[in-house]
C-alpha cells in the first residue's frame, strides 16, 4: 500500500494547514493527513484540526530541552508512520536527530524566496531591504533554519504602498496555492526516490 499520509506541525492560526486540508477535500491532492501535532496548546490550527476531526496532538515544548522535545515528537509520529512531515507555520528549528529520522521527508513553507529573508518576519525583512518582487518557498528541511532543497516557488511583487499585513496577505494567498503541489510532487515522487514507507529507523 502506497504511503500518502501527512503529519503537519503547526505553532498557530493554521491557515496552511487548511488550505492542505482543502486541497485534498477538493481532490487536488491526493493525501491522508494523519495527525497535526502543536507545541501551542492554544493554537487556532489545531482547534481546527480536532474540529475536523483529525487526530490533534498537543506536546509542551516550554522548558523542555530541544533534543528531548523532538524525541517526544518522533516516539509521537512514530506510530502514525507519516510519509511526509509537513511543518506549517511551526515555530521551532528541529533538532539534527528529528532531521535525520525523517530526512528528505520534511517539508517547511517560508514567506520569502530563499535564500533571501530566512528566519522570522521575511515579509517586513523583505520591505525593509525594498526588493520589488519577494514570495513564498517550499523546501525540504535540513539541519539550518530555512535552508535545504528548494521545491516551488511563487513570486509576489512589492507594490507601492504595501504594509507589512498587506504584503503578508498577498504571499500567504500563494502560499496556500504551492503548498499542496509541493507535497503532490513529493508523493509521486517517492516511488523513484527510494523514499522508505515504513517507520524511520537505524538502517544498515
Ligand atoms: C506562514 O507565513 C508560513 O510561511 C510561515 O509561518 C506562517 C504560518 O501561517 N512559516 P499559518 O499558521 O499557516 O496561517
Redesign the pocket.
Known sequence: MENRKLAVL??????????IHEAIRRGDLRAEICCVLSNVAE???LARAREFGYPGLFLPSKGVERAEFDRRMLAALRPMDPALIC?????RVLSPEFVAAYRGRIL????ALLPSFPGLH??RQALEYGVRITG?TVHLVDEGVDTGPILLQRAVEVQEGDSEETL?AR??KQ??DIYWRAIAIMLERRGNTGLQTSSPGPQN
Do not use: D, K, V, Y
Open positions: 503547526l505553532s498557530g492560526r493554521g491557515s496552511n494547514f487548511l488550505a493554537a487556532a490550527g511543518l506549517a507555520g511551526f515555530m517547511n513553507i517560508h514567506p521575511a515579509q513564498c503578508s504571499i500567504l502560499e496556500h
